[in-house]
């Protein structure tokens, strides 16, 4: 489990957005799910676009 603040840190770090706790853990999944989907639509396997958090 992440500390408080943690997401809102780690989306301030990758895009210079600013949000509340919870939606900042919601974009990032979001994120990583936009990467995952682009990843399989490409054919692509190994490497990420987006990394883990």
Not at 1 to 21: D, E, F, I, K, S
Not at 24 to 53: C, M, W
């Amino acid at each position: 489990m992440a500390g408080p603040g943690h997401h809102r840190a780690v989306l301030t770090a990758r895009t210079g957005l600013n949000a509340p706790a919870n939606q900042a853990r919601r974009l990032l999944n979001d994120i990583a799910d936009r990467g995952h989907l682009e990843r399989v639509r490409s054919g692509r396997r190994g490497g990420r676009f987006v990394p883990r958090i």
